[in-house]
């Protein structure tokens, strides 16, 4: 689905004239996820074989040079919530200090 047609589906819906239920006013409102989550894997399927190769890898192996392809696994931390990360960067900023600037004060 391309991104004016999620638009108008979410404002089509947003128009309903039916009564909202009770499981509807427990839903969160934000659908950020469904819009923003990516392409499917048939999608990724459909995009490559419209460029006229079988397999994503094939068009990796076209489009980047080997010599320059890192040869072994990402060493990357595990994945975190984004409640995590966000009382993370609360804990960091609340040792913020301020202090008085005297710059061009003579």
Do not use: C, W
Request: glycine share 6%.
């Amino acid at each position: 689905m391309f991104a004016a047609e999620a638009i108008d589906k979410d404002l089509t819906d947003s128009f309903t004239t039916t009564a909202p239920t009770t499981m509807d006013l427990l839903k969160h409102p934000d659908r950020f996820v469904r819009r923003h989550i990516g392409p499917t894997s048939a999608d990724m399927q459909d995009m490559v074989a419209a460029l006229g190769y079988p397999h994503l890898a094939d068009l990796i192996d076209a489009a980047v040079p080997a010599n320059i392809r890192l040869q072994r696994p990402l060493n990357l931390p595990a994945g975190r919530s984004e409640f995590g990360i966000l009382n993370e960067l609360r804990s960091i900023a609340a040792k913020n200090q301020v202090f008085r600037s005297y710059i061009g004060m003579g």
